[in-house]
């Protein structure tokens, strides 16, 4: 595929399929029994973006590890404490929707192959650093589903796979924080990201679940008005 082809634009897809690919990523969240498996996709993004600011804030990342009951382990050798520390801790449950933010924002730029593309590089480098054989797996299928999409499919089919995919990741970043609330008032996830956050902070969980809500929300918001040319 030519670098131009890459990074140059593609044709905005009709409206019918932006509404249809958002009621397919809604069909992939709201049922329970569809989240259990589709829930995988969102935690392949929340390890990856522990990960991710790990790296940029100079901690060394030991590996990702990603479970079939959709929970995952990202560990990271550091300080302790300190700002590296709370963006890392931070990055999981608002890493879904920025990406899906992100992308809406490509989207909206009409460059539907390059976002296919980054997706698929940002897969790759995820792969180096999973340390078990279901999180490999699970990253490997994912990322193969991108490339041969961007690689052997034609416009509409592109369209239709990126669309669905940057609905899935907003409407998906959604969920989980709501989740974790319901598990800890049930005296579930004493070590969540959120305690883990208050203990770094001295900022109460609330606080910090009130900034995941915010970020998914704001970014469901503003990428659905980006995708539907609002």
Known sequence: MATTE????????????????AALA???VAPRVVWRLSRNAITIAHEGGHGLIALVTGRRLDGIRL?????????????????????????GYTAPPLLGLGGAWLLAAHRITLLLW????????????IRNAYGALTVI?????????SWLT???VQAGFAYTAVWFLLLGGVRPAFELQSKRRHGGAPDSDADQLARLTHVPP???????????????????????GL
């Open 6 to 21: 890459i990074f140059g634009t593609q044709p905005a897809p009709d409206m019918w399929l932006v509404i249809g690919t």
């Open 26 to 28: 809604l069909a992939a």
């Open 67 to 91: 479970h079939s009951d959709t929970s995952g382990l990202t560990v990271s050798r550091g300080k302790p404490t300190g700002l590296g520390m709370i963006l890392t801790a931070a990055a």
């Open 118 to 129: 980054v997706a698929t590089a940002l897969l790759v480098a995820m792969l180096v650093m």
């Open 141 to 149: 299928l994912t990322g193969a589903s991108f490339l041969l999409v």
């Open 154 to 156: 034609g416009p509409l």
């Open 206 to 228: 609330a606080m910090w679940f009130f900034l995941f809500h915010a970020v998914s929300l704001c970014s469901l918001i503003g990428g659905g008005r980006w995708l539907l």
